[in-house]
DNA sequence: AATAAGTTTCAATAATATTTGAAAGTATAG
DNA sequence: CTATACTTTCAAATATTATTGAAACTTATT
């Protein structure tokens, strides 16, 4: 396969996958392509590449900085900033995981505790809903407590690990 | 808090966690609506509480189907068909693994696999993206392992582990 | 201070995804 | 067999989300 057919497919594969865990395509895309760029690329370059709008560019661009999972650069004698991001796919997974517990797991931990108070007149259905949202609190904080010490982890503790098993 | 609000508040909470992981607000919201009932519920029940057409409904409910964590049932002397999810949390959780694995990591590692061999004039190109793609699909393919293990776990093997640490 | 190079914003537009509702399909009961 | 109760399908309508592009803004250069 050339490289131009692997890579594109590949850029394509990724937008897909975003698309399918609430990550919008371009976003995604921009992201694989920096993944394998040599060096960092200035939005021109990603816009040509990805045939997309500088305003989508630059507000992608800026989600995924607040993701954590990009930065910003200087060029010495350039006024162009450019973009990369890490190749450590551990330290990925990682912030990922770390901006998502705070975006979903936090909120819904929450929730779930705040209406763990309900009262009314049908005991049954009432009994009900404590019951499952006590269970859903319950587990979902052992998901986010798995996930506190995956995002401080140091190398792949987490996978080392299940080897043992 | 009142019940109903408290089952609005969580229907609303689960609907708007779906949307954030790729899964439609309606597919989310009945499943919520499922995990509080106290007894199977048909599709009209489902209609008429969520205020959704009866397309919307069938649509979603068999899609919930496909996912395998809602089941149709019979009642006796009745024609009509019913709905209901398990409430026990921990299958839910080893159910949408399964499935997330199979509809999302397997592609993605299929297509790893596949652009492994390409070849171009470039040569710091195609390593870097030889580079970057294999560490991908050797940590796509631990997080396949470690999602295997976790949907055959019985219990909650995989938190009790946690705990030891 | 004026110009140039580059970035950001956001209303308008386009693309995508979801929802509706009515017609077609199926199965049961009499 | 056929009327009835219910389910499924899917084209059209609606709602949501993403994208564009040009104007406003910012910063650096002369």
Not at 112 to 136: C, R
């Amino acid at each position: 396969m050339e490289y131009l057919e692997g890579k594109n497919k590949f850029i394509q594969a990724w937008g897909t996958l975003g698309s399918n865990w609430g990550i919008n395509k371009a976003m995604a895309q921009i992201h694989a392509l920096l993944l394998l760029a040599t060096e960092p690329l200035s939005a021109e370059q990603i816009m040509e590449e990805l045939q997309i709008s500088r305003g989508n560019a630059n507000m992608n661009l800026r989600a995924l900085m607040d993701w954590g999972i990009v930065k910003k650069e200087f060029k010495v004698g350039e006024r162009k900033e450019f973009f990369s991001t890490s190749k450590d796919v551990w330290e990925l997974a990682k912030q990922v995981s770390r901006e998502r517990r705070r975006r979903e797991i936090e909120p819904i931990l929450s929730i779930l505790k705040e209406v763990q108070g309900v009262s009314g007149e049908n005991k049954k259905e009432v009994e009900e809903f404590k019951k499952v949202t006590a269970e859903l609190f319950d587990f979902s904080q052992k998901v986010d407590n798995t996930l506190v010490k995956f995002t401080n982890s140091d190398q792949n503790w987490f996978f080392k690990l299940l080897l043992k098993i």
